[in-house]
């Protein structure tokens, strides 16, 4: 399937999706409700809640549409490849503050968005935070790196997945309908927020997120 069609595929699929969605939320309740000795998952992430509260009041203007989770709990492990082509899993970011963006050469609204990843993370990238920017081009892998060169793009890692399983996992949990899809993880692995669709991540809104998923207040 070319990438052409895949993102055909995922445009038309958005009815499907939603249903998907709905029903995935029924099957997170046993998978991961009860993660820890019958507990409900949002009990493994305790101090998340206090991150949600700070980030719930910014879900407004280039974030409107940023859902943020009441009773945070782990986000999925999806796994993907690093710049280096090394596997790696979401878990091996534990230690520092996630935002998690599945991206595709050809969707037209991830292109808009990657300069504006771009400048987040050469803002607030180090050891508390990192833009994390998953592409999903399944053929002619040399676009990415390429369009990050024709475009500017000098603070980002190019990670991917051709395989599209991050993608697909993400989609079954109820989390990711299309691209661009970004999550919001905590230090502790724990998803705070979905945003669907692209956003404004170096506007005055995407930087206080930011700021508050980390604890540093206002950027």
């Known amino acids: 399937m070319t990438d052409a069609r895949a993102g055909r595929r995922r445009s038309g699929s958005w009815l499907v ?51 943020v989770d009441k009773l945070p709990a782990p986000a999925p492990d999806i796994s993907f490849s690093g710049p280096d082509g090394k596997k790696l899993k979401l878990a091996d970011f534990r230690g520092r503050s996630v935002l998690l963006n599945l991206w595709a050469t050809w969707c037209v609204p991830c292109r808009a968005e990657m300069p504006a990843l771009d400048r987040l993370q050469a803002k607030f990238g180090g050891p508390d935070f990192q833009v994390v920017a998953v592409n999903l081009d399944t053929t002619r892998l040399d676009r990415p790196k390429a369009f990050f060169a024709e475009t500017g793009v000098k603070s980002l890692d190019l990670y991917a997945d051709p395989s599209d399983d991050s993608f697909e996992a993400l989609r079954l949990a109820g989390k990711a309908l299309g691209l661009p899809t970004s999550l919001l993880i905590d230090k502790d692995g724990c998803e705070i927020g979905v945003m669907a669709g692209p956003a404004a991540w170096d506007g005055a809104e995407g930087e206080k997120a930011i700021a508050a998923l980390i604890g540093r207040g206002e950027g």
Do not use: E, F, I, N
């Open 17 to 67: 999706a939603t249903v998907v969605a709905v029903a995935a939320a029924v099957g997170l309740a046993v998978l991961y409700g009860k993660g820890s000795g019958g507990k409900d998952a949002s009990s493994l992430c305790p101090g998340a809640r206090d991150a949600a509260a700070r980030l719930a009041p910014l879900a407004r203007g280039g974030l409107a549409a940023l859902a």
